[in-house]
Each structure stands twice: as C-alpha cells, then as structure tokens.
C-alpha cells in the first residue's frame, strides 16, 4: 500500500517561510516524477511544483516561481517544497503527488496523492 504523508504545514506571517515534506512509504520513488499541488476553498486542485525522477529538473507554477524551491531525497524516500516569501494567497491545502503521466499540470497524471497538510499565511 502506497502512503504520501505531508508535514510542515502552519500559519505564517506574509513574508515568511514554511518548508514542507513528503515522506513515502510502499514505494520507492526514485523513478518517478513528483510533485506538489495546493486547493484553497472554492478552488480547484492546482499544480504548484513538480521535480523529475533525478532532481536535476523542476518545474513550477508561474505564481510561486522564484519564491518555492522543489527538491528530493531519494534515499530517505522524500520530497520537499521550500516557501519563501509567503503571501496571503499562498493559503491552501498542499498536497504532495507521484506522477503516472507526463503531463505535470493536470490533477489526472497523480496515481497517488497525499491527505494534504494546511498552510495558511496571514496578511
């Protein structure tokens, strides 16, 4: 049974940090691509961060570019997501993703998602 557990979400001022992470367990994640996406209420789930099976390439939404950085650790069965410059926007349910498809964007590439872990940054 394949489990994604997240961790690391709060409540945080605007301009501060959070890092999340994305423990696996009942697979091995270092062939696939992973990733992160996040749902505030009234909204559709949306791709934030995604990371190749290497971790030498990561893709991100245009609204969190330059401010959250994806990463991985294979060994420890792991992935991460630093936020930095938090906004009040950013608010939302993380969830962590193991890919099946190619395509990073769409919620129907995820064959297995996390419960998801609430971040919530305040103005």
């Known amino acids: 049974q394949v489990q994604l557990v997240e961790s690391g979400g709060g409540l945080v001022q605007a301009g501060g940090s959070l890092r999340l992470s994305c423990v696996v367990s009942?697979?091995?994640?270092?062939?696939?691509?992973m990733g992160w996406f996040r749902q505030a209420p009234g909204n559709e789930r949306r791709f934030v961060a995604g990371i190749n099976w290497r971790g030498d390439r990561q893709y991100y939404a245009s609204s969190v570019k330059g401010r959250f950085t994806i990463s991985r650790d294979n060994a420890k069965n792991t992935v991460y997501l630093q936020m930095n410059s938090l906004k009040s926007e950013d608010t939302a349910v993380y969830y962590c993703?193991?890919?099946?498809?190619?395509?990073?964007?769409?919620?129907?590439?995820?064959?297995?998602w996390g419960q998801g872990t609430q971040v919530t940054v305040s103005s």
């Open positions: 009942g697979r091995t994640i270092s062939s696939y691509t």
């Open positions: 993703a193991s890919y099946r498809g190619t395509e990073l964007e769409t919620p129907a590439s995820i064959n297995y």
